[in-house]
């Protein structure tokens, strides 16, 4: 079976300060995957998305990025975080093609508070 | 762009009350409807989902929702509620025609059911 794995599951840092939450999805291979942001009654948000290893698409501008080194990992970075950058990360997962590729199974998330 | 609506933000019911809670979207196209829950402390995940076929689908734990075209709603009934369906329910709609890959999700509703 699938599982998904989502660490570190809380974070603190300061202003300024680099950032990096790892995803990384087992027993599926070329899985679709995603970061959203879930704020309270904002809903979730589509940070980024990517359909294979280096393809990365960008939904909201931002100072975050995204990577997918390997083909079940997928990395959310920031170099200076942003007191905005608050909030909690959801990385998910799906499968290829319609109508499969929009049933999302989603990790437990990271909650990061910016100082 | 598409969007969805959940206008009720916060749900309050009584055990064995009848629910629903209203789902709009507003892209005409060909959609994929889907209702997520998460449950306190746990992972978000999927309740119940529409791709094509009947526009009655039944989801886990005794949940409906009826895709009505006409009025670009996908709402989510229970006819008696139990203390343990206590959680946030996001509506989501995703479309071929938007990118396989996206789904758009509300903004929630918290649902507190009172013993």
């Known amino acids: 079976s699938q599982t998904i794995h989502q660490w570190p599951a809380t974070l603190v840092q300061p202003v300024g300060s680099p950032l990096s939450l790892e995803c990384t999805v087992e027993?599926?291979?070329?899985?679709?995957l995603y970061w959203y942001r879930q704020a309270a009654g904002r809903g979730l948000q589509l940070l980024f998305y990517s359909v294979g290893i280096g393809q990365i698409s960008s939904e909201v501008p931002q100072n975050l990025s995204a990577s997918r080194p390997q083909d079940r990992q997928f990395i959310l970075s920031s170099k200076k975080l942003l007191l905005s950058d608050s909030g909690f990360y959801l990385c998910?997962?799906?499968?290829?093609?319609?109508?499969?590729?929009?049933?999302?199974?989603f990790g437990a998330g990271s909650r990061l508070t910016v100082l | 762009a598409q969007s969805v609506s959940q206008h009720n933000h916060h749900v309050i019911l009584s055990e064995a009350a009848s629910l629903e809670l209203g789902c709009n979207y507003s892209?005409?196209?060909?959609?994929?409807l889907f209702w997520y829950v998460q449950y306190p402390g746990q992972h978000l995940q999927l309740l119940l989902k529409y791709f094509s076929g009947d526009p009655l689908v039944k989801g886990i734990k005794g949940f409906e929702a009826e895709f009505i075209k006409s009025k670009f709603s996908f709402n989510l009934r229970k006819p008696s509620v139990q203390w343990s369906d206590t959680a946030e329910y996001f509506c989501?709609?995703?479309?071929?025609?938007?990118?396989?890959?996206?789904?758009?999700f509300g903004t929630g509703t918290r649902l507190t059911i009172i013993p």
């Open positions: 027993g599926t291979s070329n899985p679709n």
């Open positions: 892209y005409g196209g060909t959609v994929n």
């Open positions: 989501a709609v995703g479309s071929p025609n938007f990118g396989n890959e996206k789904l758009t």
């Open positions: 998910a997962w799906s499968k290829t093609g319609q109508p499969g590729a929009n049933v999302l199974t």
